[in-house]
């Protein structure tokens, strides 16, 4: 009876180990972006930072910086109504290692120079 309940307990569990694979992120890489939010998106199972960002030729493109759940994101000190659309802030990631412009959150700079996420925390 033990060795099914072990059985059916791992079943359970490995979609949920699945989701929180962050293979296609580089941890060995930084990027630090410099640019004006887009969007701060609250919702589940992450919440989002969509940036723009200037490039050659004047132009800005977009990066979509993920973070964790909202409760996490909560526990470092950020509010729904903490970046808002037009901020200038400041975020470094760990870039997709595709080369596409998205990546998980290390850490960021507020508008007003104060840390955003877990170095605020600490």
């Known amino acids: 009876m033990i060795r099914l309940t ?9 979609p949920a180990v699945a ?11 930084s990027v630090t972006l410099n640019g004006t939010v887009k969007a701060f998106q609250w919702t589940n199972p992450h919440c989002w930072i969509q ?17 964790g759940a909202p409760f996490e994101v909560f526990r470092t000190g ?6 808002k659309a037009g901020d200038k802030i400041t975020v470094v ?5 595709d080369g596409s412009r998205a990546g998980v959150f290390v850490s ?10 877990k170095a605020a925390a600490k």
């Open 108 to 117: 960021a700079i507020a508008p007003d120079g104060k840390a955003l996420g």
């Open 93 to 97: 990631i760990h870039p997709m290692r």
């Open 78 to 83: 950020l509010r729904p109504g903490t970046l």
């Open 51 to 67: 940036m723009l960002v200037p490039a050659q030729g004047g132009s800005a493109v977009e990066w979509s910086v993920e973070m």
């Open 6 to 14: 072990s059985l059916i307990a791992l079943a359970l569990a490995l």
């Open 19 to 29: 989701h929180h694979s962050a293979s296609m992120f580089d941890d060995q890489k």
